[in-house]
């Protein structure tokens, strides 16, 4: 399978393309944001106030990443385990959030609103956050700096390798990987 150039801001005609198992190298603007980044947005909606950030067609990546060495961009820029953004990501989705970068499993509610809202969820390789970084072209502090190494961040990536997990059809790597070796 070859793999397929996706640049964001994500639009829904390239969405429709994706499927999950697909194999893509993503170019563009991300934002990461983990957990805690994730509370913080949904309490500032729900307290009336707006994100930090224009949410609509981007992606986010469950990311942390560690100190850059000299000479460097980042530091180790691996995915997160993206279970613990589920409580908040339904709510991101309806306000046009397109995509996540992340690892593990989704929820049944993320998957519903994954087909739903037209968004897709990646995976990025766990414990490969080093090679991951060297697609990351640039690095800023866009919001809550307070909180460090989780701060919302923008990043400028340039082929950064993922896989689809979930796609808009309700299609799960994880359950279709599973399949085929059951017995």
Not at 21 to 41: C, E, M, N, P, Q
Not at 82 to 91: H, I, K, V
Not at 128 to 138: D, E, H, M, Y
């Amino acid at each position: 399978m070859e793999m397929m150039q996706v640049t964001t801001p994500l639009s829904e005609p390239v969405i429709e393309q994706l499927k999950a198992g697909d194999k893509v190298l993503l170019s563009g603007i991300i934002y990461t944001a983990r957990d805690a980044a994730h509370k913080r947005f949904i309490e500032t909606l729900e307290s009336g106030g707006e994100l930090p950030l224009d949410i609509r067609g981007q992606v986010i990546y469950y990311c942390g990443p560690s100190p850059a060495a000299p000479g460097r961009v980042i530091g180790a820029a691996g995915p997160t385990t993206s279970g613990r953004m589920d409580a908040y990501t339904p709510t991101l989705l309806s306000l046009g959030m397109k995509g996540m970068i992340g690892k593990g499993k989704r929820s049944q509610a993320v998957k519903d609103a994954i087909v739903q809202h037209k968004a897709v969820y990646f995976g990025g390789t766990g414990g490969a956050g080093a090679l991951l970084s060297k697609a990351v072209l640039s690095y800023e502090i866009v919001a809550y700096e307070d909180m460090g190494p989780e701060a919302v961040a923008r990043l400028v990536v340039k082929e950064l390798p993922l896989f689809v997990i979930n796609d808009i059809f309700g299609n799960d790597l994880y359950e279709m990987g599973a399949g085929k070796f059951r017995r």
